[in-house]
């Protein structure tokens, strides 16, 4: 194993240390959510246990974080926030909340002038609330052909078949809160033959 690896497992233990002091969460609560026994816990926090995937799987879950994060992450007690981009269908994701379940907030990037082909609405449950920052963004919802501009938000039920994209040659940005629940926006909609 390289000297770096060795390094990013040592890090582990102050890391969840760190995690569990900022949730205020004891051993023994961590132990009644992972089903991790409180001294295996603590060994693992000083170092004594080395982690282990099947150790570390809880662990991220109960703290609404990635492996990458327990494993890779800046040193603790560093305040800043490091979010790491995904790319998926052409357009980068960039996901602002860590916690599974709840609702789940994004920012996304589409490039300008990159279509992503005709519209291919899909369905899934849930709800999502859109505000576009920059850009025009398309949103194909159900029957409706849209262009939200700077400011402009929709919400909608995501068994509704919908899809979006840029609008025109110009990269769009906007934020994405999807979750289970939703609260009502103004959503502004006009007949695809009008």
């Not at 400011?151 to 994209?165: I, L, Q, S, Y």
Request: hydrophobic share 35%; glycine share 10%; no cysteine.
């Amino acid at each position: 194993m390289s000297d770096e690896h060795v390094q990013a497992l040592q890090d582990v233990g102050p890391r969840l240390r760190a995690l569990r002091a900022q949730r205020e969460t004891t051993l023994a609560d961590l132990s009644a959510e992972t089903g991790i026994s409180v001294s295996t816990l603590s060994r693992l926090e000083s170092g004594a246990r080395k982690p282990t995937l099947e150790l570390l799987l809880p662990l991220a879950k109960a703290y609404g974080v990635t492996l990458d994060e327990l494993v890779d992450a800046p040193p603790t007690g560093d305040p800043r926030v490091h979010l790491r981009p995904v790319q998926r269908h052409g357009m980068t994701m960039l996901p602002l909340t860590r916690r599974a379940g709840g609702i789940q907030a994004y920012k996304l990037i589409i490039p300008g002038g990159q279509h992503r082909g005709e519209p291919d609405p899909q369905t899934h449950e849930g709800y999502e609330w859109l505000y576009v920052l920059n850009g025009r963004l398309r949103l194909v919802l159900g029957e409706h052909d849209l262009v939200l501009a700077p400011g402009e938000a929709a919400e909608f039920d995501t068994r509704v078949p919908h899809w979006f994209g840029s609008a025109d040659a110009e990269p769009v940005e906007f934020l994405s809160l999807f979750g289970k629940q939703g609260e009502r926006a103004h959503l502004r909609a006009k007949p695809k033959n009008a």
